[in-house]
């Protein structure tokens, strides 16, 4: 069964610079496996953020940007936004099938 | 605007069946991939299914195989998600999402979702 990794929990301070990541336990992400990272907060519904790697949705704040970093993708918030506290989440595919990491909780403090 | 809006959900016995919707509007619905996501109580996503523009091609997370169905109307602009044998591990938040979206760019191709519902919970329980 494939496992695709987050970091649980970060805490970045406003203004502050943050990078998550996301590791397959197949291996290297690499562009092949499209990538996607989702904002969701709470009682609210996922939001695309970013797709295949590194491409920005019309609505995405251009502060958010995704990267291919050591064999994981990457979502880095370059100036965090009080307003980026959330709980973020990659998706990796596998072929036919489509794999959601565990999740990252995004503290502003 | 882009609509997704899902019903159907409930509370049903283990065991039991149901039958999820999801009503687009505001996209030419048949022109796109659709999906199912789940999200257990305080839990992460899980991608459930995902069904093909003309409803030719379908995919499952292996726990659903044979017990849940996708499927689409055109002529409607809705997706459906068939439960049956329904376990108490199935209890979720179930979105529909436009996705995952295909298309080939100039330097390879490119795939993304976008678009979600706000959800409806089913909960799986005596």
């Known amino acids: 069964q494939t496992v695709v990794t987050q970091e649980p929990s970060l805490t970045v301070s406003p203004g502050g610079t943050v990078t998550l990541t996301c590791a397959s336990s197949?291996?290297?992400?690499?562009?092949?496996?499209?990538p996607n990272w989702f904002q969701q907060k709470p009682g609210q519904a996922p939001r695309a953020l970013i797709y295949?790697?590194?491409n920005k949705h019309s609505w995405t704040p251009a502060r958010f940007s995704g990267s291919l970093l050591g064999g994981k993708a990457a979502l880095t918030l370059s100036g965090v936004q009080p307003e980026d506290e959330a709980e973020y989440y990659c998706?990796?595919?596998?072929?036919?099938?489509?794999?959601f990491g565990g999740g990252t909780k995004l503290t502003v403090l | 605007e882009v609509q997704l809006v899902e019903s159907g959900g409930g509370l049903v016995q283990p065991g039991g069946s149901l039958r999820l919707s999801c009503a687009a509007s505001?996209?030419?619905?048949?022109?796109?991939?659709m999906s199912w996501v789940r999200q257990a109580p305080g839990k992460g996503l899980e991608w459930v299914a995902n069904?093909?523009?003309?409803?030719?091609?379908?995919s499952y997370v292996d726990s659903v195989k044979g017990r849940f169905t996708i499927f689409r109307d055109n002529a409607k602009n809705s997706l459906y998600l068939q439960m049956n044998s329904l376990k108490a591990e199935d209890t979720a938040v179930y979105y529909c999402?436009?996705?995952?979206?295909?298309?080939?760019?100039?330097?390879?191709?490119?795939?993304?979702?976008?678009?979600w519902g706000q959800g409806t919970l089913v909960t799986v329980s005596s």
């Open positions: 505001g996209i030419t619905f048949s022109r796109f991939w």
């Open positions: 295949s790697t590194n």
């Open positions: 998706l990796v595919y596998y072929g036919g099938a489509l794999v």
């Open positions: 197949t291996g290297a992400v690499t562009s092949g496996y499209y």
């Open positions: 999402a436009r996705g995952p979206t295909y298309y080939y760019g100039g330097s390879g191709y490119y795939s993304y979702f976008d678009y």
């Open positions: 069904i093909k523009e003309d409803g030719s091609e379908t």
